[in-house]
Every structure is written in structure tokens, then in C-alpha cells.
């Protein structure tokens, strides 16, 4: 008893002080990342040779304040009246406009992955493997075997596909599955509406943020892009939606959910660890606080899953092949990539670290690890030796990621091949429209931002665990990206996460304003 007493005692004292550890880095952060956003843009161009260059440009911030101030009175309006708008009937909008325009994008690209793309080798590799062909199954794996969980994904979509409607061109079952990716991001989009509920308590946040899913248009251009972003994130979100619920009604069926949900996350994309890593500090937060047993099993229960799981499509390969794929490319070689010059910019991708090591170094994982060890501790001093450079370097990685408005999904449908001629909303997003709807995602990031911030503010306020979530995966997104490979595409799922904790900023700065 006294224990439990004290325990009683320190829990809500420890908590607090996670919380505002969060909630003042993720701060720091999103002061710098706003303000840049107001004062300059990146833009991703194609003219390097390299065909992936990330420029910065500088902004006007005067057009940029005045037209925020625009969106927000908008907003307010909306805030006010939108108590007669039903929403569901927002929801089934929101969600029949982004199937309604993804499945038209999708049709006017045409989307076609060239050989020599990630995307190609994943697809192509699923494709024979679904016709019993592993010959595809090659060196590129054992340097990328944890891309093995998207191709088993992908397989299992292709041999179904090609049972049910059987002799198409592979085309047609490749454009298929970016249809599945687009029913993917509606399933998130739904999910971040609960989300919001959960953790705000208020239909109007819910509203808010529905609102402004609707001008979300760079995860809908990134359907066309077959790899394990869209499903990894699609499944991490319901993954935190199910968490929320667990924790708020404690029913085993949503245990079992996430479990499910934030294991096939992971298998399909590594980095969805962040979130499971995420989840489990706050879950080990509310075991301590309600010492419920039932919490602690659950708990335990999905970390096996995800620990057990994630290598279970390498396995599976292994097994029909013969072959061994090894562990791959150390993480850590990525870290040494992050902390180099890129092509594109700092800690962008450039090979010398990761593939060419390791291949020259005959695969060899541990030599390729010692190299990456090297490099990183040549750079720390450098950068010890050079703050001026080492903030240059970091700062500059940050804006050319999270400054960059269409976080790729208008480079990702330029660089890579169609079927056929692309059509007019290619044109419209893509080609001739590029520069305004590149302004307009700026505009719309800018608010995104500014609406974080205000959140974070009353965050701070209530300094609780479970409503600091979000901003925990945001900042895990942060700094993992600040310290391994940069590219403005990984920002994107953290970028749609931050849309509910906006709709919170611009509620609570309304509801003030109402109230003052």
C-alpha cells in the first residue's frame, strides 16, 4: 500500500514531465519549421542531372501573413457555422472528392516505374513471384530485404487480381494496385477524424479537421507511387486510432486491431516503428497509472507481434527460394548517409555509404557497419570543429524536407514513366498548373504549421500523455529524419498527422477568442 501510495504520488508528476519534454521539443521544432515556411519555400527540381535537386527559395511573407489571415477568418466562419453540417455527410464529401480525384489523377498518369526505380524492383519481383518466377528475387534484396514485406504484399494483391480477372496487362493490374493504395488513404483519412475525437473530444475539431483533409492533395497525388509509403502510413493510423480506443474503453477487440494494424505497418515500411515506438511509451504511461493487468497483457501481446513478425516475409522468401538475404545494409550506413552531402542536399541520398560500400565490400555488413562508424565520427568532428557549418548543415536538411509543400508528389509523378500519353490533370498538378498548385500547397502548409503551433501552446497547458501522442510520432519523424536519409516524401505521413492537432490549434484560438 505504501508503495502503491508513493507510486500514486510520482505517476501524474512523472507523466507531466514526458509530456512537456514532448511538447517543448516538438515546439522548438515547429517555431523554426513555421517561420521558415513563412520566409521561404522549397522546391524539388528535376533540371539536375541527378534528376532530384531540392532549392530553396525565398518567400513573401507579407502575401504570406495577409493570406493566412484570409484562411483563418474562413476558417472561423466555418467554426461558427458549421454546427448545421452534418458530419457524416462532411466525411462521405471529403472521402467521395478524394476517391473521385486520386482515381482521375491515377487514370490521366498512368503512372509506369522505370527499371531502375525501387518502385520498379519491388513491383516487378511481386509480379513474377505471384506466377511461382523468384528469379527477381536478386542482389537488390540483399542489400533491401527489408523491402521483402511490400513485395509479399504486393504478390498476394497480384495473384488475386489475376485470379479474379484473369489475362490483363500487367499495366492495368499495376494501376489497380495504386487504386488499392488510394482506398488505403481513405481508410486514413477516416481514422485521423476518430483520431481527432479521441484525443480532443469535440465534433467540431472533428469537423475542422475533415475541412481540411480536403486540401490534403499531395497524399492523394502520391497514390501513383507503388511502394509501402501509403499502406505503411494508412496502417499506422489506424493503428493509433485503435490505440486511443483501447486506452479510453479497454475492449480486447481493439487490442487485437492494433496488433494487427501496427504489425503490417511495419512489415510494409521499417520506419512505422517510430510509431509503434511512440505508442508504447504512452502505453507504458497509462499501465503504470491504472496497473491494469489486462492493459499490461495487451501490451506485451502486440510488442511480440511487431518484434516477432517484421522479418516474417524475408523468412517466408527464404524459404521458397533457398536463398539467403541476410540482414542487408546496416542501419547505421544510413546514418553515415544522413550526415554527408547528398545530390539533392544535406543528408540526401547518395550512395557512397550505403550500396556502393556495401557491394564493393562484397556484401559485407559488418566491414559496411566499421565504414559507416568512420564517417560518422569524422563528420562529428567536423562539425565540432565548425558549429557555423554543422548549423547549416542540420538546418538546411530540415527546411529542403518539411519546407517542401508538395513533399515530392508532384517530382515522383515527373521522373517516372506512363503507359501511355498523360492526360490533362496530369497537366493541371504536374505540368502546366505545377507553380500554382506548388503556391497553393504553400499557402496550405503555412496554415498547417501555424495551426501545430497554436496546438502546441494548449498542449502545454494540459501536459497529458495521451494528447501528446501525435506531437511524440511527429518528433520521432523529426529526428530520425534529421539523422538518417533526408527526402521531402518521408515527410509527408507526419505532415498528415499534423492535421488534427491544426484543427485543435485554430478550435482552441477560435474558442479563446469567443471567450476572452
Not at 503504470?288 to 518484434?307: D, E, P, Y
Not at 539533392?344 to 556495401?358: L, M
Request: aromatic content about 16%; hydrophobic content about 50%; overall charge positive.
Amino acid at each position: 500500500d505504501v508503495k502503491h501510495g508513493r507510486l500514486d504520488r510520482y505517476t501524474p508528476r512523472i507523466e507531466k514531465l514526458g509530456a512537456a519534454v514532448i511538447l517543448i521539443l516538438t515546439m522548438l521544432f515547429m517555431i523554426y519549421l513555421t517561420a521558415s515556411a513563412f520566409l521561404q519555400t522549397t522546391d524539388i527540381s528535376i533540371a539536375d542531372p541527378s534528376g532530384e535537386y531540392a532549392e530553396i527559395y525565398s518567400d513573401n511573407i507579407f502575401l504570406n501573413l495577409i493570406l493566412v489571415c484570409i484562411f483563418l477568418a474562413a476558417l472561423y466562419i466555418f467554426y461558427r457555422h458549421g454546427t448545421e453540417i452534418k458530419l457524416r455527410r462532411l466525411e462521405i464529401a471529403l472521402l467521395c472528392w478524394t476517391f473521385i480525384l486520386g482515381a482521375a489523377f491515377i487514370a490521366s498518369v498512368k503512372l509506369r516505374a522505370p527499371w531502375y526505380s525501387d518502385s520498379f524492383y519491388v513491383t516487378y519481383a511481386a509480379q513474377r513471384a505471384a506466377v511461382g518466377d523468384y528469379s527477381a528475387l536478386e542482389n537488390y534484396f540483399v542489400r533491401f530485404p527489408f523491402q521483402l514485406g511490400y513485395v509479399l504484399y504486393s504478390e498476394i494483391f497480384f495473384r488475386v487480381a489475376g485470379t479474379l480477372i484473369p489475362g490483363l496487362p500487367e499495366g492495368y493490374y499495376c494501376l489497380a494496385l495504386q487504386g488499392v493504395n488510394l482506398l488505403w488513404l481513405l481508410l486514413c483519412f477516416h481514422a485521423l477524424i476518430r483520431i481527432s475525437l479521441y484525443i480532443y473530444s469535440s465534433m467540431r475539431i472533428q469537423k475542422l479537421t475533415a475541412l481540411l483533409l480536403f486540401f490534403c492533395l499531395p497524399a492523394v497525388l502520391s497514390c501513383t507511387f507503388l511502394y509501402g509509403n501509403i499502406p505503411a502510413f494508412s496502417c499506422g493510423t489506424v493503428a493509433v486510432w485503435m490505440f486511443l480506443a483501447f486506452l479510453n474503453r479497454k475492449k480486447l477487440k481493439y487490442a487485437l486491431v492494433f496488433a494487427a494494424a501496427i504489425t503490417l505497418a511495419v512489415i510494409l515500411k521499417l520506419n512505422l516503428l517510430i510509431f509503434a515506438l511512440a505508442i508504447a511509451i504512452v502505453w507504458v504511461f497509462d499501465v503504470i497509472r491504472t496497473r491494469s493487468v489486462k492493459s499490461l497483457i495487451c501490451f506485451m501481446l502486440a510488442a511480440a507481434c511487431v518484434l516477432g513478425l517484421k522479418g516474417m516475409p524475408q523468412r517466408i522468401y527464404e524459404a521458397r527460394t533457398g536463398k539467403d538475404f541476410g540482414d542487408g545494409i546496416p542501419m547505421i550506413a544510413w546514418m553515415a548517409m544522413g550526415f554527408s552531402e547528398g545530390h539533392a542536399g544535406p543528408g540526401w541520398y547518395k550512395e557512397d555509404n550505403t550500396v556502393k560500400f556495401f557491394t564493393h565490400s562484397g556484401n559485407d555488413a559488418e566491414a559496411t557497419a566499421e565504414h559507416a562508424k568512420q564517417v560518422i565520427s569524422e563528420r562529428c568532428a567536423e562539425f565540432a570543429a565548425d558549429p557555423g557549418e554543422a548549423l547549416r548543415f542540420f538546418s538546411t536538411k530540415l527546411r529542403t524536407q518539411w519546407n517542401e509543400p508538395t513533399y515530392e508528389s508532384v517530382w515522383i509523378n515527373q521522373v517516372q514513366q506512363s503507359y501511355s500519353e498523360k492526360g490533362g490533370l496530369y497537366e493541371l498538378f504536374c505540368g502546366r498548373g505545377e507553380q500554382f498548385f506548388g503556391g497553393v500547397m504553400n499557402q496550405f502548409q503555412q496554415l498547417i504549421f501555424f495551426g501545430v503551433l497554436l496546438s502546441l501552446f494548449e498542449l502545454w497547458r494540459r501536459r497529458v500523455m495521451e494528447s501528446s501522442l501525435l506531437p511524440l510520432i511527429i518528433l520521432g519523424g523529426l529526428l530520425y529524419h534529421l539523422l538518417f536519409e533526408a527526402k521531402s516524401q518521408y515527410a509527408l505521413p507526419y505532415f498528415v498527422l499534423m492535421i488534427p492537432m491544426a484543427a485543435f490549434g485554430f478550435g482552441w484560438f477560435f474558442y479563446r477568442i469567443e471567450n476572452r
